[in-house]
């Protein structure tokens, strides 16, 4: 077990978890109008072309009212776009006749998981804003480390580069897609997120391949049935106290319960002295301990656990902690800039770091990390984002808070990983698999 798996256990942390199961909140009132279930295309890797993003099961976003200007606050939102904070939403992809003959129809969407109070047994019964969505085996993992799937970036300010009072057709960019040879292009527009055009300003976590539909039911009666099982908040703060210290401060959860919601807690599952030490492996720089360090905090996510379950409709019960040989992490950082003499070091949060545990030969965990390398390029620091998805008024923003893996669009493909494609309660419900690397053809 590394250090700060037994500094997380020494808090009592684990232990007050394990005691108590609190309710976490729901909140089918409001969903989307509307939701059409996504028929999947088959899942295969390569240098082709994305899958669309109306081909793809299982989306969810997180929303950040925030957008160019800091002076606004941050904020969630459901699907109507009311603010609701660390509301999940779930979002076909579809554009409707309505959209295609110039009305103001776009993609289904409708509300998905709620994390308020889940973190209650850890003394935080804050509302804050999601910052992050990830399953805990994420799909085509592997293949985007290794390059040989695309990659879905979204970056802060989805209105930079367009209207902000909306509709617009098509409207802004929502998120972007680089392939293998590094040719990059739209994924969706705002309109294919979410058909309320005015409630995106900026997609700020993003999770796919998850099951499908997004709910089970609809308005009063609708489940969220979705598989973003790992998710970060604003500032990783040290939930036991609300605010930074040393050891306690976390960078993800893991959230624990049935697909549905219902009795649900969630649990620490990233800690922040890892993502400091990612950040110390990647650029050579000792971070003191000081005030500094609180200001690295994890923007976008994608997960490999050892042992985060076999496909997206198990979603473990188990808990589950980053540390264990074999897991492995993607992840941006806030743009920071430490201005310690002794921890000089500034990223613009267009850095995506690969972080791993490995056997330290003597058969016990090694923190290892590197800077992603995709599309023929490496993604730290002197790697130019807005130049790279060809968006040149997003006025040098850089910063990217949302990340994903999507497979490739072929018609006759051998599917690369093992997937189960099962009727469930009367509806299509696909659960991709994710399975350990030895496992990967």
């Known amino acids: 077990m590394i250090p700060f798996q037994n500094a997380m256990k020494n808090t009592g942390m684990l232990a ?6 609190m309710m976490a909140k729901t909140t089918p009132a409001l969903a989307g109008d509307y939701y059409t279930t996504v028929t999947p295309a088959p899942i295969a890797t390569g240098a082709g072309d994305p899958v669309t993003v109306d081909l793809v099961p299982g989306k969810e976003y997180s929303h950040n009212s925030n957008t160019i200007s800091s002076t606004m606050s941050l904020s969630d939102s459901d699907a109507f776009g009311a ?15 309505a959209y295609v003959a110039g009305g103001l ?12 109070m889940s973190r209650a047994p850890l003394n935080d019964t804050i509302d804050r804003q999601v910052d992050a969505l990830a399953n805990s085996r994420d799909a085509l993992f592997d ?53 309320h055009f005015s409630a995106i300003t900026d997609v700020d976590g993003l999770e796919i391949y998850g099951p499908e539909p997004g709910t089970h039911g609809v308005g009063e009666s609708a489940i969220p049935a979705g598989d973003a099982n790992i998710y970060s908040v604003d500032r990783d703060p040290d939930p036991m106290t609300g605010i930074d210290t040393p050891m306690g401060k976390v960078s993800a959860y893991q959230f624990i319960g049935p697909p549905g919601g219902g009795a649900g807690m969630s649990s620490p599952y990233l800690m ?6 990612a950040v110390e492996l990647v650029t050579g720089v000792t971070i003191a301990e000081d005030a500094d360090r609180y200001e690295i905090e994890v923007d976008a996510l994608m997960v490999k656990d050892n042992n985060g379950g076999d496909n997206a409709a198990d979603i473990p019960s188990a808990m589950l902690m980053f540390g264990d040989i074999g ?30 545990v490995v056997d330290d030969g003597g058969g016990g965990p090694m923190l290892m990390a590197s800077y992603l390398s995709h599309g ?20 040098g923003i850089e910063d990217i808070d949302a990340i994903e893996a999507v497979g490739v669009m072929q018609a006759d493909v051998v599917i690369p990983e093992p997937s189960v494609y099962a009727l469930l309660a009367g509806m299509v419900t696909v659960s991709l698999v994710r399975r350990r690397m030895a496992e990967e053809v």
Not at 16 to 21: D, E, G, Q, R
Not at 83 to 97: K, M, N, R, T
Not at 147 to 167: E, M, Q
Not at 188 to 194: G, R
């Open 105 to 116: 129809a776009g993609s289904g969407s409708t509300d998905s998981f709620d994390y308020s």
């Open 143 to 195: 293949q985007v480390v290794s390059n040989s799937t695309p990659l879905l970036i979204s970056v802060h300010g989805d209105f930079a580069n367009g209207s902000s009072t909306g509709p617009v057709i098509p409207g802004p960019p929502a998120i972007f897609y680089e392939k293998t040879d590094g040719t990059t292009g739209v994924w969706a527009y705002v309109e294919q997120v979410n058909h």
């Open 16 to 21: 007050c978890l394990a005691l108590t199961m």
């Open 327 to 356: 897991d492995e992490i993607i992840f941006s950082t806030d743009p920071f800039s430490l201005s310690a003499a002794a921890s000089s070091l500034t990223f613009d949060g267009g850095e995506l770091i690969h972080l791993k």
């Open 376 to 395: 023929g390029h490496v993604w730290d620091t002197a790697h130019d984002v807005a130049l790279r998805i060809g968006e040149p008024m997003r006025l």
């Open 83 to 97: 603010s609701d904070p660390e509301q999940v939403i779930s979002f076909d992809g579809i554009l409707p006749a």
């Open 272 to 277: 922040h002295s890892a993502v400091v030490k």
